[in-house]
């Protein structure tokens, strides 16, 4: 069964600086997908961004953009000029091409923006 | 266009009863998830529906169940409440499931916040 780690249950970065979030993930598979959601107060996940294992080029959306190495099975995320709107829970997740829709999910870092 | 809709929003359940959850996936979407979110196990999938048909399910007991309608609406029931099941259900939608579908991104709803007295 395939697992995803995150390291940092908190992180802290100061308004307008970039800050980086962790995710590990094991898997046999060679073909899957990679999301990051966010998940602010009012409790609706939000799609960040995502990346698809068969490609090599990251994945970036405006002031989000992703670190994929496939072999260290990593996938991270930064996030540039940080605003107040940022803070939130960030859950990495995991989805296989074999398992319909399912997500496996990250246990989340909470993400502080500081002004 | 309309976002994914669930009620109701909170719940207040006493050990022992049952409880029906819903929810209304964005038009056009014909796959339905569900997860389970605690502070101690974090985010745990339940199961998915597509087409009315159960496509996957999570490591859930019985007490859990669920049903899609034609119109991609779909419910979920548990019966014989425990205080674990107090939880954030969170209900996903997308627009079909596998193959072509496997890149979709789901799109989630606020959940219903159940709690268990």
């Known amino acids: 069964a395939q697992t995803v780690t995150q390291s940092q249950p908190e992180m802290s970065v100061q308004e307008a600086e970039t800050v980086t979030l962790s995710c590990t993930y094991d898997?046999?598979?060679?073909?899957?997908?990679l999301f990051w959601y966010k998940q602010p107060p009012s409790r609706q996940m939000i799609l960040v961004i995502r990346?698809?294992?068969?490609?090599?080029q990251n994945a970036t959306e405006n002031r989000f953009s992703v670190n994929f190495q496939k072999a260290a099975k990593s996938f991270s995320l930064k996030i540039s000029d940080s605003q107040l709107g940022d803070a939130a829970m960030y859950f990495c997740?995991?989805?296989?091409?074999?398992?319909?829709?399912?997500?496996?999910f990250g246990q989340g870092t909470r993400l502080t923006i500081n002004p | 266009k309309a976002g994914v809709t669930q009620t109701p929003r909170y719940l207040i359940k006493t050990r022992g009863q049952q409880v029906t959850l819903s929810c209304s996936p964005i038009?056009?979407?014909?796959?339905v998830s569900w997860y389970q979110q605690t502070p101690g196990q974090g985010l745990q999938f339940l199961f998915e529906?597509?087409?009315?048909?159960?496509?996957n399910k999570g490591n859930f007991p019985g007490r859990f169940s669920g049903r899609q309608f034609s119109n991609s609406r779909s419910e979920m029931n548990v019966s014989t409440l425990e205080l674990g099941d107090s939880a954030l259900y969170l209900c996903?939608?997308?627009?079909?499931?596998?193959?072509?579908?496997?890149?979709?991104?789901?799109?989630f709803g606020d959940g219903t916040r159940l709690s268990i007295l």
């Open positions: 898997t046999s598979e060679s073909d899957y997908y």
């Open positions: 529906y597509f087409s009315e048909t159960q496509r």
């Open positions: 996903a939608s997308s627009l079909g499931t596998g193959g072509a579908y496997s890149n979709q991104p789901q799109h």
């Open positions: 997740a995991y989805r296989s091409p074999e398992g319909a829709q399912k997500l496996v």
């Open positions: 038009s056009g979407h014909r796959s």
């Open positions: 990346q698809e294992a068969y490609k090599q």
